[in-house]
């Protein structure tokens, strides 16, 4: 047997290992993951009815002003968090190559990593005199999370656009501006979306800020400046309870915040799928294409 | 013979790198001129200083001056991005914007700058496309995306775009160094068609390209402008040695 077989061979041999390690640790990955989902579907069906997600847990022992308390975050949170971090990460990337964009990088870097605890009673000593325990205070908690993580992504997402098309627009005789909006913005808009759905998804899961902002409530919230329940603040009293009801209710609360991460989750996904180059997204008129395939 | 572009003991830097060193060089107009030379002799930065992109890149600097028409383009009152619709790039490697049509490719420099008039645009993608010399190839997909088509394709494109804003001068660094040999030609007859109507700039590696399609040749070494003239004359009885030994290929 000559050498190049019998080297050929060991390569393969390796090759066929590493592939199966790479796939064990993949399987190995996904256990806990899978077993978390079955675990939570298995328990929280049986509470999952019209009632319990329609009515608040007074009166009718339902969860539908958690369900409507995490919306509402989400949504506020989102309105004050998502245009700072991008606008943040956007000003970072095109506008930062100096001393200050390197400081606001630092902070948005240490910041992205800090106890989400430690943001929630940031939030409460600062603003509590003025809002109380509401909705808008949790919103400002979450949104100070955000920030920093959308900041970070966008400025993320931009860095992966070529230079190239920044420079064939800049060559064009196109303002700066208008290239980080129309040129930059729109090649690197998936990574945007992307990271802007990861920070929602985060915020939709904390429970630690919000215990110290929004508190719980047993009502259905009112206004922006009422407290809130919410489904991980729901989660986690029910779950300190030891009786069956309570715990049968934490696992469903549990089912209901899964399936609401992720269908948000998915619905993103398919509109950004949607907005890749494709046909809608020509600027040609019709007549003009009738008019091309005339002369041919 | 006027000249379009000249230069006044320009200097171009990279953070402490001196690339382009006290250069004097008169592009004369309507004319192809190309620039030769050995990789990093500051070619492509020379160009880059004609519309102001050498600037864009982090710790650049600029000396000296750079006239167009009589106008030095570095002087406070010019607005950079008026010099880049004068002054029009085509760069190394073909760079249409993926997230576009054909046909906005072409209308981008005209549409981003807030043109809205649809017929002057049509008007204005059909002619820069036949310019180009990619009319017949491409206006039954003006609706496919920029980088749909063969990479010879694309950078006719890409001069296309550069066409469309309606320059005066055109620079292009080694536009055809990513093509093969048709698309090459197709280039060259496209730029000596428009020789008559814009000053052209063009970067080579090639040497056989400078003699085929230029009028003038600047042979650049280690950031000095070595000799400028008549190509004919650069190819066959240069004044100094070293472009000798270059065009001759002992070294480089």
Redesign the interface.
Known sequence: MSLEIRTYKRRKLVNLLASAAALSCVVVALIPLASILVEVIVKGYGALSWGFISNPIIPGGGIGNAILGTLQLAFYASLIGLPVGILTGIYVSEFGDNGFGRTIRFFNDVFANFPSIVIGLLAYSLFITYFGFSILLGAIALAMIMIPVVANTTEEALRMVPNSLREASLALGVPRWKTVLKVMITNGKSGMVTGALLAIARITGETAPILVTARYSYYWALSPSDPTASLPVAIWFNALDQSATAQQQAWGAALVLIILVLSFNIVVRLLTRRNRFNNNNRMVKKSWLRKSKQSA | MAQKIETERLNAYFNSVHAVKDVGLGIPENKITAIIGPSGCGKSTLIRCF?R?HE?V?GARVTGKVLLDGKNIYDADMDP??????V??V?Q?P???????I??NV???L???GVKD?DRL?KTVEKSLRLAALWDEV??Q??A?GVSISGGQQQRL?IA??LA?EPEALLLDEPCSALDPIATAKIEDLLFDLKNSYTIVIVTHNMQQAARIADYTAFMYMGELIEFGVTKTIFEAPDKELTEKYITGRFG
């Not at chain 2, 991005?81 to 004068?86: A, E």
């Not at chain 2, 760079?95 to 049509?101: D, E, I, L």
């Open positions: 519309n992109m864009v982090r991005v008026l010099v880049r619709t004068k029009g790039m760069f490697k760079n249409p914007f993926p997230t576009m049509s046909y906005d209308a981008a420099g549409r981003l700058n649809w049509d206006k039954h003006l609706d995306s890409c775009r550069a804003v």
